[in-house]
């Protein structure tokens, strides 16, 4: 197969610009090189030479010598514009930047058409991982039935130096900051959107399914506190940022990002530090599992440079699956949580489809029980700060048929309560 020369513009020179600059120095047989770097920081001292920057971006962008755009800022709005004009003017594009394509999926989708240029982002999601490719290409007659992962890897890195290093959550994110693990909005991690991001790009390459940021629920690791994280060393489970899509029976998919009690039988039990781990399932395959570091210049380089490689290819999403089965999401399931809260009856229990245990103490008090999720989103205490949910290890989602339920509970048999104190 003929390869074609690649010539780059690269747009941004920060920890995943310079660890591409560095990989390409590394890599000479691939035959690309960089014609220009585009910065916005006209102050800020640069490792290389000054004659490679530029400042005004259409030094790239109207540079016909220039076939391929690598687009690594961290403004998604601005690299939207970047991306937009250019594609209009026919040029290949590498982006990193997951919350630019979550937000705007359907016009990327669309411009890849409309200027039939292609669109590379696999250091998107999971830096190391070729999971989107895998995705894209493996996954094609034997059909996904989920998807699960741990796919940020700052807060997996702030999780495991707190529980092993006992530092404060503080010192383990100003870490995680040092090593270029962290956004520069460390909420967008913490809050667990970062990873609603990548599941919203996962989603369409696994199902087809084209959803906005603000359909999909996320709880990141910013309410976790004492009580759990005790009862997590305790009981020998571990704290783990988990994003999930799920095809239920019915044929409908559900997809959230929340934090899990893991126990140690569960793959992502030993995926620790800034490391991801993606666990797939499938008709015929059943389980397989990716791991590799999440994070960092030079595993989000590697990505870069293999989407830079395959664009000397030709190589471009088909988007497979969209064609293939026609899939939404739903939020009509239920899940068993683990909820801790303040305030004595704060959370009520007549919430629960079931609980099987119920736990009060000064330090706090605990429910665990089934809950039906599209009621549990939109219950006031679990917008409440102060409010911690987790899902417990086997949390089992199942479709949640709210009238039966509703109706058992009304006959006074859907709450079982117990107090086992031995959830999962
Ligand atoms: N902040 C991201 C993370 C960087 O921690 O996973 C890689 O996408």
């Keep these: 197969m003929s390869r074609q020369e690649i010539t780059i513009g690269l747009f941004g020179f920060g920890v995943v610009g310079k660890g591409l600059w560095d990989v390409l120095e590394q890599t000479p047989g691939l035959k690309a090189n960089i014609r220009k770097i585009c910065v916005k920081n006209h102050d800020k001292p640069r490792p290389i030479s000054t004659d490679h920057f530029t400042f005004e971006k259409n030094d790239l962008l109207d540079d016909k010598s220039i076939n391929v755009i690598v687009e690594l800022i961290d403004d998604p709005e601005a ?71 741990i796919v940020n890897g700052s807060t997996n890195y702030i999780l495991t130096r707190t529980s092993e290093d006992k530092i404060s959550y503080e010192q383990a994110l100003q870490l995680a900051r040092e090593k270029g693990y962290v956004e520069s909005n460390p909420a967008l991690d913490v809050e667990g959107f970062d990873a609603k991001y990548k599941l919203i ?32 060393a305790e009981k020998g489970y571990k704290i783990k940022l988990i994003a999930l899509a799920r095809k239920l029976e019915n044929d409908k998919v559900i997809a959230f990002v929340m934090p899990q009690f893991v126990n140690p039988a569960s793959r992502f039990y030993t995926v620790d530090d800034v490391f991801n781990g993606v666990q797939t399932e499938t008709s015929f395959a059943d389980k397989q599992f990716f791991i590799g570091r999440g994070a960092g210049a030079f595993p989000t380089a590697s990505a870069v ?120």
């Design 201 to 232: 790009i996962l989603l369409l390459h696994a199902f087809g399914i084209v959803e906005q940021p603000e359909n999909i629920f996320n709880l990141g690791i910013q309410r976790l506190g004492a009580l759990e994280l005790r009862l997590a």
């Design 305 to 424: 440079l293999s989407d830079i490689s395959a664009l000397s290819y030709n190589y471009r999403y088909e988007y497979k699956k969209m064609s293939q089965e026609s899939l939404s999401l739903s939020n009509d399931f239920s899940i068993e949580v683990f909820v801790r809260f303040q305030h004595k009856d704060e959370v009520p229990t007549s919430d629960f489809i079931s609980i099987t245990e119920k736990y009060r103490s000064a330090d706090g008090h605990y429910i665990v029980g089934r809950i039906g999720f599209d009621k549990m989103i939109k219950c006031s205490w679990a917008q409440n700060p102060g409010v911690s949910i987790l899902l417990t290890p086997a949390f089992n989602a199942e479709p949640y048929l709210h009238k039966e339920q509703d109706a058992l509970k009304s006959e006074g048999v859907g709450i079982r309560i117990q107090d086992t104190k031995s959830f999962g």
């Design 79 to 149: 690299a939207f514009e970047i991306v937009t004009k250019a594609m209009q003017n026919g040029k290949g594009v590498v982006s990193a930047n997951k919350k630019m394509i979550a937000d705007h999926l359907e016009e990327l989708l669309e411009m890849q058409k409309k200027y039939e240029v292609p669109f590379l982002y696999e250091a998107s999601c999971c830096a190391s991982i070729p999971i989107i490719r895998n995705l894209e290409e493996y996954y094609d007659n034997d059909l996904l039935v989920s998807l699960e992962g």
